[in-house]
């Protein structure tokens, strides 16, 4: 593949710092707003002033981390554009955030998804989702963004994972300790702006060299142009994305702290359901940017031996001299981004849900940001030890393991928020018995599967989507049950005076949604049957 520095020009190293300047006085200015208004919900929410373009842009820069880069381009070497489906058919899931669960989490007037929870169920529902949700933010968020940033640097510097996380975690999270939300939310529409440009770049010249788009159509088997594989591919089967991969969507868009904190923080409800349906739109470019750029290194580089490499190895080889500063600027971009938005969830659902409500209730503006910027501290350190850990799991694709522990952590959620949204005779002890007991029967199984009895080695697992599907289908029907065997029943009630706070969908929203939803179902069509 060769070394990226080797190609490193004055210019290259000029950029790279121009943009770490940039990056740290945006910091610095955020930090000093901070500090004049002594608002901690500017830290946290972004004074709730976000409007549509830095709501889908920090959505997106938050969901498109260095392990879009790394994962999709190796998918896409190995067997072509089946893994798109993991961001189109988001768009349904997204759709749900925003018509069903936006309205009322904005009605709430909430900060953080426990506290949603807890008005809802009370003080123990709360702390224990708070509690869960932490070590979701920490492992699927902190320590998965952390590792696939430490791999790209590895391949970079040719230094030592541990090395290569303590050097990102540090700077990404020097500059959430300064800047909070609004300075994530202002440099992540540049960085991703900046994303696009580069990956675009490098998609022209990896078609050029490749002998152009015809002959890359060509030269890759006919099913790598397939969204829906049969259920005789062991690696994604139709059946096991359907079924499995709503698990972690349900999961992760429309409950997940480090998602939805944008959508809180949203001016208005219309601004946050535009801002959602904008990242749908983006997510549509994650084929001709991400997992295309593998497909190219397939035909350019066919005899690499690493799909992890794929990136790395078009970048290196097709940049010309004076760009490649560009690359890793993009790649510190995507870091922050990730990162960033992940340690300010982290430290906002520590201090609202745990510190403000469990132990310091009458915490002041000033001590509620000084427990944020120390959660921030010690979030970094806790997942560089997880990041180094996950380095060590065998017998998946770099994909899959990120696939795999988001579906382990996910159906847990995803069972409790759409229980208590679409069955109103959900109980408060059905609700804590899943996040508990649940959680741990999740967790335990993950475990068992990743690093206990590794699939490499034991071949009685099932594919590890359909496993989450079980889990959470099993996790359904005891929450149904304990709900239904509830001898004193404590549900949630909605008040007259709670749905006349409702905000109602505008016109506007809902033919955006049409839209994005004629062009999904026209995209499903034309990328099947080859």
Wanted: charged share 10%; hydrophobic share 55%.
């Amino acid at each position: 593949m060769g070394n990226i520095l080797q190609h490193l020009t004055t210019l290259d190293y000029a950029i790279v710092v121009a943009y770490i300047v940039i990056l740290l006085f945006l910091g610095i200015q955020a930090s000093l707003k901070n500090r004049k208004r002594g608002d901690g919900e500017t830290l946290f929410l972004g004074d709730r002033s976000l409007k549509w373009p830095s709501i889908g842009f920090n959505m997106w820069g938050t969901n498109v981390g260095p392990s879009m880069l790394v994962a999709f381009a190796g998918v896409g070497f190995s067997t072509g554009i089946v893994a798109v489906n993991f961001d189109w058919y988001a768009f349904l899931f997204l759709m749900l955030l925003a018509l069903v669960f936006a309205p009322r989490y904005l009605a709430a007037k909430v900060s953080t998804m426990p506290e949603f929870m807890g008005q809802r169920y009370g003080e123990s529902t709360r702390t224990i989702l708070a509690w869960y949700a932490l070590i979701k933010i920490q492992i699927s968020w902190l320590s998965l963004g952390l590792y696939a940033g430490g791999t790209l640097v590895r391949q970079i510097l040719g230094i030592p994972m541990w090395e290569s996380v303590i050097v990102l975690v540090a700077f990404a999270g020097l500059f959430t300790y300064m800047g909070g939300l609004t300075a994530i939310a202002k440099v992540n529409v540049f960085q991703m702006l900046l994303l696009i440009g580069v990956s675009i770049m490098l998609t022209v010249l990896g078609v050029k060299r490749a002998g152009g788009l015809s002959y890359v159509y060509n030269h890759v088997p006919g099913h790598f142009w397939n969204l829906f594989h049969p259920a005789s591919d062991p690696n994604y089967p139709l059946y096991a994305i359907m079924l499995g991969y709503p698990v972690a969507a349900v999961a992760f868009f429309c409950t997940d702290q480090s998602m939805v904190q944008s959508v809180l923080g949203a001016k208005n409800l219309e601004q946050g359901q535009l801002g959602v349906n904008f990242i749908g739109w983006l997510k549509i470019l994650s084929l001709p940017l991400f997992i295309f750029t593998g497909i190219l290194c397939r035909i350019i580089f066919p005899d690499l031996k690493d799909e992890n490499l794929a990136y790395m190895t078009m970048v290196t080889n097709l940049f010309p001299a004076g760009l490649n500063g560009l690359v890793i600027v993009v790649l510190i971009a995507v870091l922050v981004g990730t990162i960033g938005s992940s340690l300010n969830s982290l430290s906002t659902v520590f201090t609202m849900d745990i510190y403000a409500e469990r132990i310091n209730k009458q915490a002041t503006n000033k001590q509620l940001i000084s427990v944020g910027r120390l959660s921030i501290i010690v979030g970094c350190i806790l997942s560089v030890g997880v990041a180094i850990a996950l380095d060590s799991i065998k017998g998946l694709k770099f994909f899959d393991v990120f696939q795999s522990i988001l579906g382990f952590i996910a159906p847990p959620l995803s069972v409790v928020f759409l229980l208590t949204v679409f069955w109103k005779r959900t109980t408060r002890s059905a609700v804590n018995t899943i996040l508990s007991a649940g959680s741990a029967f999740s967790l335990i199984v993950g475990i068992l599967y990743l690093w206990v009895f590794p699939k490499d080695v034991y071949h009685f697992w099932p594919h590890y989507l359909m496993l989450s599907f079980y889990v959470f289908a099993f996790l359904l029907i005891v929450g149904i049950l304990f709900s239904l065997l509830d001898r004193n029943p404590k549900v949630y009630v909605a008040s007259v005076q709670d749905e006349k706070d409702m905000p109602q969908t505008s016109s506007k929203v809902k033919i955006a949604w049409v839209l994005l939803t004629i062009v999904m179902i026209g995209l499903y069509i034309i990328f099947n049957g080859h």
